[in-house]
T-cell receptor, first 115, second 116 residues
């Protein structure tokens, strides 16, 4: 099982709809989780951290399910500008391929919001 | 404040030539990472620097790749005898001291390397 896995998509969603996607991780000792957004030919930018209790930022809600080892991102009332690739990132232990206390990234889920 | 900066933004080189990529992290960030991202692919970890500790080089794909960092500032990634498969975007990220901050990383705009 890969360390961090995401459905690559693309997810084609009409404007205004709600969309959700998950990211599974294999290391049960992982402590920190993040969602990054990456626009075409741009660098990843931190979207939000994922806390144990879940967190919400405007139209975006992130949740963590430790028992099943996945994190989720839900986008409500989607906008055309939400079209991007969403990367999940999970902290890794030293030697785990991400650098000490580094992050292991999924390959991303491609989201396309259609007018 | 200023974010992570990288230079050059684009680099086209001939196969077999050496290239040097530069990263200026956010001031005060002690941790610095290099990643490679091939077209349509995910982020591939290359190397990690933390303060004065020995760097974690476990992600470097071959001995043609090396990186240095001066103290807690500028880092350079060097690729010797470039090959076409080295063509990718090379991303640098920095992070505050892990004792005082969570693990989120902040990325530079990347250097797009094309080997012809």
């Amino acid at each position: 099982r890969k360390e961090v896995e995401q459905d690559p998509g693309p997810f084609n969603v009409p404007e205004g709809a709600t969309v959700a996607f998950n990211c599974t991780y294999s290391n049960s000792a992982s402590q920190s989780f993040f969602w990054y957004r990456q626009d075409c030919r741009k660098e990843p930018k931190l979207l939000m951290s994922v806390y144990s209790s879940g967190n919400e930022d405007g139209r975006f809600t992130a949740q963590l399910n430790r028992a099943s080892q996945y994190i989720s991102l839900l986008i409500r009332d989607s906008k055309l500008s939400d079209s991007a690739t969403y990367l999940c990132a999970v902290n890794s232990r030293k030697g785990g391929g991400g650098g000490a206390d580094g992050l292991t990234f999924g390959k991303g889920t491609h989201l396309i919001i259609q007018p | 404040g200023a974010g992570v900066s990288q230079s050059p933004s684009n680099k086209v080189t001939e196969k077999g030539k050496d290239v040097e990529l530069r990263c200026d992290p956010i001031s005060g960030h002690t941790a610095l990472y290099w990643y490679r991202q091939r077209l349509g692919q995910g982020l591939e970890f290359l190397i990690y620097f933390q303060g004065n500790s020995a760097p974690d080089k476990s992600g470097l794909p071959s001995d043609r790749f090396s990186a240095e960092r001066t103290g807690e500032s500028v880092s350079t990634l060097t690729i010797q005898r470039t090959q076409q498969e080295d063509s990718a975007v090379y991303l640098c990220a920095s992070r505050p001291d892990p004792d005082f901050a969570p693990h989120e990383q902040y990325f530079g705009p990347g250097t797009r390397l094309t080997v012809t």
